[in-house]
Structure formats: C-alpha cells, structure tokens
C-alpha cells in the first residue's frame, strides 16, 4: 500500500464511520476492488484505520469525557452515562473477541456484506418513520444490555457499527439526534479496545508510515464528517434518505452476489 492508497482509504474511512453503513466493508471492498489488495491486508488495514475515527471522536466530544470523568470522580454527580458506555464495552467485547478472529480466518462473499448493509439501512428508516419527533428519552442502565450486544457484532466486516447501535437505539425510543451522539461516544471505548487487539489476533500485522497517513486522513475527515452529520439529520428528511439509500445498496448487493 502506498501514501496515495492509504489516504484514500483513510478519507473513505472518515465519512463512513458514522454513516449507518459498514466502515470496514466499505475500506475493505475498496482495498480490494480500487487498490488490488488481497481479503486479509485490506480488512487489517481497516481496522488500523479506526485509530483516526477514533481521534476523531475523542476530540469532538471532548467535553463531555471530561464531564464524564469528573462525574466518576465526584461522589455525588449522576453516574448513569458512564455506567451505560461501560457496560455497552464490556457487552460488545464479549461478543466482539471471537468475531474478529474468525473475521480473519474466514472469507465471506462481498455481496452478502452489501446485501446485509442495505437491509440494516432499511431497518433504521422504518425505526425513524415511527419515532416521535421532540420526545426525550432517559438514559437508563438497563437499555445499554441490547446496544451493547449488538455493537458486538460490528466485528464482522459488513455489519454497520454505527448502524446496528443506531437501529437499537431508536428502538428503545431515543430521538434521532440523541441516538446519534450515544452511538458515536460508544464507539470511543470498544475502537480503544479493538485496535490494542489487532496485533494480537493478527500476528503478522506491521505498523508502516503509510498507514499512519491514512489514520490521520481518517481522522481528518472523521472529526468533519461527525459535524455534518448531526447538522444533517436537523434539515432532512431522514426517513427518505435512508430509505433511499438502503434500496439502493440491497440492489447493489444482489446484483455482486448473484453476479
């Protein structure tokens, strides 16, 4: 891989991270189809890439992991969000671990991802169709248990991180916008988590310039794209967007599984 593939990557990285379609699908697929790499350096290099979004979110929300440790520190301050973020981590980490080993040990047909991505975007359209505008909705430790077991699934390349956290928790009835922030700040500690374990599941896995260049790429447009998107879902109709773009990614997908 060199810097002008690592950057491309790390830019398509950064404004897929917090999309309801699967990030490591979508550097993966691109690794293989635009830059000639094979199943395994493409998914690895996926991962790693996780380091910029990663930034990317600890910078945008900032303040509130600030708030968050203060609010550990003090005896008498509401400790709910912190309690919900780690119980989501431990949660997706058991269910994670597993799934990335055998996300690279076993080659799953690309168009199943696509197929599996378009499904979940029309999932999340429908939850958003039926979710009451301006309703707000308490944090409470006992909805992080579903969140979190689904996030855990995330580890297999094609199933949408940002997505399948999104789809659960519209369904418990957070508004759009809440839903979006509590799913990007629960991506901050399992991607920590994640990206320790790389080198551990895949042993031959090197750290290389070029792949630096890409995290900060991803980072980059990360830490832009998060902006965005949360202004975005104020102005759109997100319901015909998603819908839109699910029918449209399923299509896409049978046609590379039956082709």
């Not at 700040?185 to 260049?213: N, R, Y």
């Amino acid at each position: 891989m060199d810097f002008f593939s690592a950057i491309i990557l790390g830019i398509i990285q950064g404004l897929v991270e917090w999309l309801p379609i699967s990030s490591e699908a979508a550097v993966t697929l691109s690794g293989k189809f635009l830059f000639g790499m094979d199943y395994q350096e493409a998914l690895s290099v996926s991962v790693f890439l996780h380091w910029g979004t990663l930034i990317a979110a600890i910078i945008y929300f900032r303040k509130e992991l600030v708030q968050m440790l203060r609010d550990i520190l003090s005896k008498n301050a509401d400790k709910t969000l912190p309690v919900f973020l780690i119980i989501t981590t431990i949660l997706s980490g058991i269910i994670a671990t597993p799934l990335l080993f055998l996300a690279f040990s076993v080659e799953i047909p690309d168009g199943l991802f696509t197929i599996f991505i378009g499904l979940f975007l029309l999932c999340i359209a429908f939850l958003q169709k039926n979710q009451k505008a301006g309703k707000e909705t308490k944090i409470e430790i006992k909805k992080a248990i579903i969140p979190g077991l689904a996030q855990g699934f995330s580890a297999l390349p094609g199933i949408s991180r940002s997505g399948i956290t999104l789809a659960t928790l519209l369904a418990e009835k957070f508004p759009l916008k809440d839903a979006l922030r509590l799913s990007f700040m629960m991506s901050i500690p399992i991607v920590f988590a994640a990206e320790l374990m790389l080198p551990v599941i895949k042993q031959d896995f090197i750290f290389t310039p070029e792949l630096a260049v890409g995290a900060a790429a991803a980072a980059i447009a990360g830490f832009a794209s998060i902006s965005a998107l949360l202004k975005f879902v104020e102005r759109v109709n997100f319901f015909k967007a998603t819908l839109t773009l699910g029918a449209v990614v399923f299509a896409a997908g049978l046609l590379v599984y039956l082709s």
